[in-house]
């Protein structure tokens, strides 16, 4: 059996940022996230004005309720999506300048419909060049709240900035949402929001915040689902066990529900109050399953999906184009070069096995367009398809810096 320790959440890192910057008093957060990603997100907040204190094991953050202590600053956002959704959302609270950039992948990615929601509250707002991408500009005087639709089809991203900006408002927000992605991020913002103090509710397409700020308090940050998905997917294929401590019945993030998947293609699964236990059987069934909750771990069962019994259809994941890279065609062109059937089609991929015992392409160099996913979940077909190697593997200090180093130790005990 393999006990992996895994890193913080990324998103409840992120989370927690925002909600201890904005909380009245000072929050310490616990195990945040050491990554590209939350550095990024920390170093923001520092160029907005707020203080940061990072230890190895806890970060303190001394909340401004008023908004940024800056009243003029130039982010650089890195490739982190929340950080580059999240940060000029608080900075609408403060007065002052603050303009926001980011990566050239970060640069692709779509920004329209929060900020279409942001200026439809009033915020003054600039696309610089493209509209609806980064960069961006704004020009903050606070925020008066009120009504305002927004479509979050394409990242539930969109609608936890509006959230968590809500009890910063003068009036609270009423936000009707037209279309929803990933629905489990959303009900850990809202958990988190209340663990800060502040009031949020939900009325089916309509959510509602109410002003009244947040409160510093001590906050864990729980072990990353997604992460966790490799090295559960791993015991599956291998036919050995792995355990993540600190994951259990309890878990805010909704991906943990990828070892539902597992267990449905044949593995035994075990969610205790403070762990989760993945074991594998030596059987891995074919199936068709709706990933739109938890389309961050379409690519780890894409990766493991060529050893399967039978065809694997992924449907619902039309947003997984939208991420770091075009996750769907990212793993279907890297699964040809395996040597994998694959058909694709606008929200759906279907992988089809070889025959039994067919082996995958030996050698095979991965295409990861810099995408942290697309790396970690092949490796997890690395362990049964010799000479794997990766054309960009240190993408992975996005969210786990030591990925390989961990992975590494998982292989040699699941021989």
């Not at 072990?223 to 600190?246: I, K, R």
Request: net charge negative; hydrophobic share 40%.
């Amino acid at each position: 059996m393999a006990v992996v320790e895994i890193p913080g959440s990324k998103s409840i890192t992120a989370r927690a940022l925002f909600l201890a910057a904005a909380a009245d008093g000072v929050t310490t957060l616990v195990r945040p996230l050491r990554s590209d990603d939350s550095e990024g997100f920390a170093e923001g907040l520092v160029g907005l004005g707020y203080r940061v204190g990072r230890t190895p094991g806890a970060w303190q953050i001394d909340g401004r309720p008023q908004g940024p202590a800056a009243t003029e600053a130039d982010i650089h956002c890195r490739d982190g999506a929340t950080t580059a959704r999240f940060l000029p959302t608080l900075a609408a609270t403060g007065h002052g300048t603050y303009r926001f950039d980011a990566s050239p992948q970060m640069r692709r990615r779509p920004l329209a419909p929060l900020t279409r929601a942001l200026r439809d509250l009033g915020v003054d707002l600039r696309h610089e060049e493209a509209e609806g991408h980064h960069p961006l500009t704004v020009e903050a005087a606070g925020v008066e709240g009120g009504n305002v639709t927004l479509d979050a089809g394409q990242s539930s991203q969109y609608l936890t900035a509006l959230l968590l900006l809500g009890p910063l408002t003068r009036k609270g927000l009423r936000i009707h949402v037209t279309d929803l992605v990933s629905a489990p991020y959303v009900d850990i913002t809202m958990a988190m929001m209340r663990e800060f103090g502040a009031e949020v509710r939900q009325d089916g397409d309509v959510f509602v915040v109410p002003p009244g700020g947040y409160r510093a308090t001590t906050y864990a940050i729980e072990p990353d689902a997604s992460t966790s998905s490799y090295f559960f997917a791993a015991a599956a294929l291998t036919g050995g066990e792995v355990t993540v401590p600190g994951l259990g019945t309890g878990a805010l993030q909704g991906d943990l529900a990828f070892v539902d998947v597992l267990r449905r293609m044949g593995a035994r699964v075990e969610i205790a109050e403070d762990r989760t236990t993945v074991t594998g059987t030596g059987e891995l069934r074919g199936l068709t399953v709706n990933m739109r909750d938890i389309s961050d771990t379409m690519p780890t069962l894409a990766a493991l999906a060529p050893f399967a019994s039978g065809p694997v259809r992924i449907e619902d994941v039309a947003n997984t184009r939208v991420k770091e890279c075009d996750r769907l065609e990212a793993c279907a062109e890297n699964l040809r070069r395996l040597g994998v059937r694959v058909e694709t089609g606008e929200d759906w991929i279907e992988i089809h096995p070889g025959a039994p015992g067919t082996a995958l392409t030996p050698g095979t160099d991965i295409k990861s367009y810099g995408d942290h996913r697309i790396v970690m979940s092949f490796a997890v077909t690395g362990l049964r398809a010799p000479g794997i190697t990766f054309d960009d593997p240190g993408c992975v200090r996005k969210t786990f810096p030591g990925f390989h180093e961990a992975f590494g130790e998982l292989r040699q005990l699941l021989r």
